[in-house]
C-alpha cells in the first residue's frame, strides 16, 4: 500500500517536524563541498512552506560521539539552506534544549528553523535491539523522541539515506506521534517509487552491475537479485573472491577468503536459476596501488606480487555488449579502484554504457555512495534515470529488507 505524502495533509498553521538528511560533505575549513542533499529536500520543505505550515527541520551530521562537537555543527548547513530558499532559516544551537524549544514555539506560518545536530544527542543512535534488555537505555531513547516530538504537529520523513536505520528522529518519534499525522516527503516518495517499481515490474532483459570494495557488504544483494535478474555483471574488488571461487589465481588482489564458499554457492544457485554471471576476464592489475603506478594488462591468472585494480579492456567491452541490450539496470559498486586515474577506465566503460542504453530505453537506477560520485565525475548524472541518494538504504531495499522507520507512517 502506499504511503500518504505531505501532499496529502493540511499542514496550514500546524508546526511541522521533518527528518532530512543534511550529512552534507564538507572540506577541512568546514566548507559545504556538495549541497546536493540540501537542494534534494527543496521541495518537500517549499511545500510545507507555500501551504502556510511552519517547518522544524533535524539531521544528522558525520559521526560526532554523541556530545556536541563544534567540527559536526549544522550552522553552515543552515546558511546555505537559507541562500537555497531566498529567506532567513532560524538555528537552534541545541537540539532538545532551551534554545529549539524556544525558537520552536515563536515559530509563525512559512518560518523555517534547523535543529542542532541530533547525533550530539547520544540518544539519537541507540540501537532498538540493544535498548531490549537495558530499561534505561529504552527510557533515554523515548524520552529523547518525545521531547522532539513535542515542538510539532506533524511529523515528515524525508530522509532517505536513513531510511534503513531505527534511530530516534526516524522511528521513536513517530511512534510517539501517533495519532498525529506522520507522512513521507517527495523525496523519499521518488525513492520508494524508483527502486520499488524496477525491482518489482522490470522490462527485461534486466541486467545488474555489482562491484565495490566487499562481497561481505552485498552479498545480501547479490543474493536477492540473482531470483530477479537476468544476467549479473561482477568487477570492482569483490569480483576477485568470486574468481578465487572458481579457481582463478588472483595474485594479491583483495579477497575475503572466509567469502570464497559463499561465492562459490552463489554462483551455483545462479546457474540454476538461469541468471547469467559475467566475471572480467582481464585485469589491470600494479604491484603497489599509487597515483601514476606501472600496471600491466593480464588475461586470466594473475602473477603472485600483482594485484588487480580495474577490470581490463576485454572485460570493459565485453561488460559494455552485455549492458547495452538491457531495459532495466541497477548499478551499485565501481569496477576498480576509480580515484586513481587510469584505474577509473572501467568504471568509466561500465557507466558510459549505462548512460548509452538510457538513452536508448533503458531503465537505470545507481546506488551507493561511491558509484553516485564516479557517475557525477564523470558528468552522466543527467544520463542515468535514477540516482539514489540512500546509499546504505538503497542497498537494502534492493535486499528486499522492510524498512520500520518508513512501516510506521500512515498509508492512503
Ligand atoms: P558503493 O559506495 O558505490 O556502494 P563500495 O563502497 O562498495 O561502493 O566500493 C567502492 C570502493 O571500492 C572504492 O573506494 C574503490 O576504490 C574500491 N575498489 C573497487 N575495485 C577495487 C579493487 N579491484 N581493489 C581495491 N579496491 C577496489
Ligand atoms: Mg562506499
Same mark, same amino acid.
Given at each position: 500500500?502506499?504511503?500518504?505524502?505531505?501532499?496529502?495533509?493540511?499542514?496550514?498553521?500546524?508546526?511541522?517536524?521533518?527528518?532530512?538528511?543534511?550529512?552534507?560533505?564538507?572540506?577541512?575549513?568546514?566548507?559545504?563541498?556538495?549541497?546536493?542533499?540540501?537542494?534534494?529536500?527543496?521541495?518537500?520543505?517549499?511545500?510545507? %512552506?507555500?501551504?502556510?505550515?511552519?517547518?522544524?527541520? @533535524?539531521?544528522?551530521?558525520?559521526?560526532?560521539?554523541?556530545?556536541?562537537?563544534?567540527?559536526?555543527?549544522?550552522?553552515?548547513?543552515? $546558511?546555505? %539552506?537559507?541562500?537555497?530558499?531566498?529567506?532567513?532559516?532560524?538555528?537552534?544551537?541545541?537540539?532538545?534544549?532551551?534554545?529549539?524549544?524556544?525558537?520552536?514555539?515563536?515559530?509563525?506560518?512559512?518560518?523555517?528553523?534547523? %535543529?542542532?545536530?541530533?547525533?550530539?544527542?547520544?540518544?539519537?543512535?541507540?540501537?532498538?535491539?540493544?535498548?531490549?534488555?537495558?530499561?534505561?537505555?529504552?527510557?533515554?531513547?523515548?524520552?529523547?523522541?518525545?521531547?522532539?516530538?513535542? @515542538?510539532? *504537529?506533524?511529523?515528515?520523513?524525508?530522509?532517505?539515506?536513513?531510511?534503513?536505520?531505527?534511530?530516534?528522529? @526516524? %522511528?521513536?518519534?513517530?511512534?510517539?506521534? $501517533?495519532?498525529?499525522?506522520?507522512?513521507?516527503?517527495?523525496?523519499?516518495?521518488?525513492?520508494?517509487?524508483?527502486?520499488?517499481?524496477?525491482?518489482?515490474?522490470?522490462?527485461?532483459?534486466?541486467?545488474?552491475?555489482?562491484?565495490?570494495?566487499?562481497?561481505?557488504?552485498?552479498?545480501?544483494?547479490?543474493?536477492?537479485?540473482?531470483?530477479?535478474?537476468?544476467?549479473?555483471?561482477?568487477?570492482?574488488? @569483490?569480483?576477485?573472491?568470486?574468481?578465487?571461487?572458481?579457481?582463478?589465481?588472483?595474485?594479491?588482489?583483495?579477497?575475503? *577468503?572466509?567469502?570464497?564458499?559463499?561465492?562459490?554457492?552463489?554462483?551455483?544457485?545462479?546457474?540454476?536459476?538461469?541468471? #547469467?554471471?559475467?566475471?572480467?576476464?582481464?585485469?589491470?592489475?600494479?604491484?603497489?596501488?599509487?597515483?601514476?603506478?606501472?600496471?600491466?594488462?593480464?588475461?586470466?591468472?594473475?602473477?603472485?606480487?600483482?594485484?588487480?585494480?580495474?577490470?581490463?579492456?576485454?572485460?570493459?567491452?565485453?561488460?559494455?555488449?552485455?549492458?547495452?541490450?538491457?531495459?532495466?539496470?541497477?548499478?551499485?559498486?565501481?569496477?576498480?579502484?576509480? #580515484?586513481?586515474?587510469?584505474?577509473?577506465?572501467?568504471?568509466?566503460?561500465?557507466? $558510459?554504457?549505462?548512460?548509452?542504453?538510457?538513452?536508448?530505453?533503458?531503465?537505470?537506477?545507481?546506488?551507493?555512495?561511491?558509484?553516485?560520485?564516479?557517475?557525477? $565525475?564523470?558528468?552522466?548524472?543527467?544520463?542515468?534515470?535514477?540516482?539514489?541518494?540512500?546509499?546504505?538504504?538503497?542497498?537494502?531495499?534492493?535486499?528486499?529488507?522492510?524498512?520500520?522507520?518508513?512501516?510506521?507512517?500512515?498509508?492512503?
Amino acid at each position: 500500500m502506499a504511503k500518504k505524502t505531505v501532499a496529502d495533509i493540511d499542514v496550514k498553521g500546524k508546526r511541522v517536524l521533518m527528518r532530512v538528511d543534511f550529512n552534507v560533505p564538507q572540506d577541512d575549513d568546514g566548507k559545504i563541498t556538495s549541497d546536493d542533499r540540501i537542494v534534494k529536500a527543496l521541495p518537500t520543505i517549499k511545500h510545507v %512552506l507555500d501551504h502556510g505550515g511552519s517547518l522544524i527541520l @533535524m539531521s544528522h551530521l558525520g559521526r560526532p560521539e554523541g556530545a556536541r562537537d563544534d567540527a559536526y555543527t549544522l550552522k553552515p548547513v543552515a $546558511q546555505r %539552506l537559507s541562500e537555497l530558499l531566498k529567506k532567513p532559516v532560524v538555528f537552534a544551537n541545541d537540539t532538545i534544549g532551551p534554545d529549539a524549544k524556544a525558537k520552536a514555539k515563536a515559530l509563525k506560518g512559512g518560518d523555517v528553523l534547523l %535543529l542542532e545536530n541530533l547525533r550530539f544527542n547520544k540518544e539519537e543512535v541507540i540501537k532498538d535491539k540493544d535498548a531490549k534488555d537495558k530499561p534505561d537505555l529504552r527510557t533515554a531513547k523515548d524520552n529523547f523522541a518525545k521531547e522532539l516530538a513535542a @515542538m510539532a *504537529d506533524v511529523y515528515v520523513d524525508d530522509a532517505f539515506g536513513t531510511a534503513h536505520r531505527d534511530n530516534a528522529s @526516524m %522511528l521513536t518519534v513517530p511512534a510517539v506521534m $501517533q495519532g498525529k499525522p506522520r507522512v513521507i516527503g517527495f523525496l523519499i516518495e521518488k525513492e520508494l517509487k524508483f527502486l520499488g517499481d524496477t525491482i518489482n515490474k522490470p522490462v527485461r532483459p534486466f541486467v545488474a552491475i555489482l562491484g565495490g570494495a566487499k562481497v561481505s557488504d552485498k552479498i545480501g544483494v547479490i543474493e536477492s537479485l540473482i531470483n530477479k535478474v537476468n544476467r549479473i555483471i561482477i568487477g570492482g574488488a @569483490m569480483a576477485y573472491t568470486f574468481l578465487k571461487s572458481r579457481g582463478k589465481a588472483i595474485g594479491d588482489s583483495r579477497c575475503e *577468503d572466509n567469502f570464497v564458499d559463499k561465492a562459490a554457492a552463489l554462483l551455483n544457485r545462479a546457474t540454476e536459476l538461469n541468471c #547469467e554471471v559475467l566475471l572480467p576476464p582481464d585485469h589491470a592489475v600494479v604491484r603497489k596501488l599509487a597515483a601514476g603506478a606501472e600496471h600491466r594488462i593480464l588475461v586470466g591468472d594473475i602473477d603472485p606480487g600483482w594485484q588487480a585494480v580495474d577490470i581490463g579492456p576485454m572485460a570493459a567491452k565485453e561488460f559494455t555488449a552485455k549492458i547495452l541490450d538491457a531495459k532495466t539496470i541497477v548499478w551499485n559498486g565501481p569496477m576498480g579502484v576509480f #580515484e586513481i586515474p587510469p584505474f577509473d577506465k572501467g568504471t568509466k566503460a561500465v557507466a $558510459q554504457a549505462v548512460a548509452k542504453a538510457t538513452g536508448k530505453g533503458a531503465k537505470s537506477i545507481v546506488g551507493g555512495g561511491d558509484s553516485a560520485s564516479a557517475i557525477e $565525475q564523470l558528468g552522466l548524472q543527467d544520463k542515468i534515470s535514477h540516482i539514489s541518494t540512500g546509499g546504505g538504504a538503497s542497498l537494502e531495499f534492493l535486499e528486499g529488507k522492510k524498512f520500520k522507520a518508513i512501516d510506521i507512517l500512515d498509508e492512503k
